[in-house]
């Protein structure tokens, strides 16, 4: 029973750092989203850090159109990034669960 126990803390820690090799790795996703009609495009990583965002010049003549733009265009490329990141995270956690009963509930 020891043994396992020991077996399985070890194959917790071996997650954890699968876990931050991946949200390293996260950092080098790179994910575009265009507004509908590519006036706005804005660039980010799968852990969610911008950048970069490039603005056509037609939308800096309207603080409005251009605050709607940011906002619809920002919050599609997050939800993007979210997916990624939540769905790598999710596999490597999956992978190295130990196998407790009673818990094959992430599996």
């Given at each position: 029973m020891f043994g396992d126990m020991m077996n399985m803390m070890g194959k917790l820690k071996e997650t954890q750092k699968k876990v931050e090799e991946t949200?390293?790795?996260?950092?080098t996703v790179l994910i575009d989203e265009n507004s509908n009609d590519n006036k706005l495009?804005?660039?980010?990583?799968?852990?969610r850090e911008i950048k970069s965002i490039r603005i056509d010049d037609e939308l800096l003549k309207d603080k409005e159109q251009l605050e709607d733009y940011?906002?619809?265009?920002?919050?599609?490329?997050?939800?993007?990034?979210?997916?990624?990141n939540e769905a790598e995270l999710a596999a490597v956690a999956k992978e190295g669960m130990p196998n407790i009963p009673g818990m094959d509930m992430f599996k």
């Open positions: 949200k390293k790795r996260l950092d495009k804005i660039t980010l990583t799968a852990n940011l906002i619809l265009t920002l919050n599609k490329a997050i939800e993007k990034a979210t997916n990624i």
